[in-house]
Structure formats: structure tokens, C-alpha cells
């Protein structure tokens, strides 16, 4: 038996995908992308030193680069505007992580041009899902509207601009994704939301 798995090129680091539970922003085939289980975190170090100012928030790889770093279980895919209300980020989908583990792949990462590679099994690398222990991932946090103006694609720098919508229903959504997760009526769930003075690295 093989497992196919989703190689992602990511400027994201390991406590910011274990803090909120998710990845993004991907420009994926939602549907092919829903057919795979796992993936695998590769990082992509030199870019998240460049970028680092502008992707202050998001640019928080610390692993060597073309590292392969963590292996995921996928919840969900979904289109990234459920969890970010940014409209630089439609288009885009977020990957939803249901569970994680701990990994050291070094130079995993071959150089591919697209950051999103569907091509390998976890035993091309010598990975068995039934010898890893997999913890589970806290359910997925939202965006904060306060942010918004920050989030953007990692894959391409935009420029900043004006939040235009409020939320886009993204809290409408995680409640009904956590009534799901935790067999619930929708009605027993509710999720609050305190915005924090909205501060800027000097």
C-alpha cells in the first residue's frame, strides 16, 4: 500500500502551522487536492529571509532550507477567504491539519518550480504512517480583521490595501467546522473574537 502525499514549499514555521492549524495560501485544484491525506512541510528558508518584512506575520520558517519538517493529516481543504477575509488572498485555498508529527528530511525539497508537488508517496522517503506518532492540531484560528491588511499570498509579494469587508462569514464557518469536528449541534457552539490594538514593526 502507498500513500500519496503533497509536497508544500512553505515560508511558514512549525509553531505558527501547530498554533493555528492550518496552512496557506495555495493556488491548488480544490478537488484534486481534497483526494490527498497528508502533507509534507518543506522549508523554504531563504525565501522567508527575504520576505521577511513584508510576510512579518507569516515568514517564521527557522528550519535549514529544502528541509522536509512536518507531516500533516488533512481535515480539510478549503478556499482561503473562510479564514481570511483579505481579498488578496481569493483564489487561494488553506489547508486544514488535523494532526502532526515531527520530522528531519534534509535537502527534501529538489527545486521544482511550482510550490505545490503532488508526484511522491510518503515511502518514496522512507515514511510509514503506521510507525509515526501524530498529534493532534488545535482547530483552525481565523484571520483577525485587525490583520487583515498584513495576510497575503506566500508565494508573491502584493501590495497593501484597505480592508473593504468586515469578515466575509469566516467565523460562521469555523463554528460550523468545529460543531463538526466535535459532533455538536451548531447552536452549542460559540466563537468570540477580541481584536488587539493593531501594532506594526518599527
Known amino acids: 500500500m502507498v500513500d500519496p502525499v503533497l509536497l508544500v514549499f ?30 509534507l512541510f518543506c522549508q523554504n528558508l531563504n525565501k522567508a529571509r527575504i520576505m521577511k518584512k513584508e510576510w512579518e506575520i507569516f515568514a ?21 477567504n473562510q479564514l481570511d477575509p483579505n481579498p488578496e488572498v481569493k483564489g487561494r485555498s488553506i489547508f486544514i491539519l488535523s494532526n502532526a508529527t515531527k520530522i528531519d528530511l ?8 511550482f510550490p505545490v508537488n503532488y508526484e511522491h508517496t510518503l515511502q518514496d522517503f522512507g515514511l510509514d ?3 509515526l506518532l501524530f498529534e493532534p492540531m488545535p482547530p483552525p484560528t481565523a484571520v483577525e480583521p485587525a490583520y487583515a491588511t498584513q495576510t497575503t499570498s506566500l508565494l508573491e509579494p502584493v501590495e497593501e490595501t484597505k480592508l473593504t469587508s468586515k469578515s466575509d462569514n469566516a467565523l460562521a464557518d469555523i463554528e460550523k467546522y468545529t460543531a463538526k469536528r466535535l459532533g455538536v449541534r451548531l447552536e452549542e457552539v460559540e466563537i468570540s473574537i477580541t481584536l488587539l490594538p493593531h501594532r506594526r514593526a518599527a
Open 10 to 39: 512553505t515560508v511558514e514555521g512549525e509553531d505558527l502551522l501547530r498554533g493555528r492549524g492550518w496552512s496557506g495560501y495555495w493556488p491548488v485544484n480544490l478537488e484534486r487536492a481534497k483526494e490527498f491525506r497528508y502533507i
Open 60 to 80: 517564521t520558517a527557522n528550519k535549514p532550507h529544502s528541509t522536509g519538517f512536518l507531516l500533516a493529516k488533512i481535515a480539510d481543504v478549503v478556499p482561503a
Open 106 to 113: 534534509p535537502n527534501l525539497w529538489k527545486g521544482w518550480r
Open 129 to 131: 504512517p503506521e510507525e
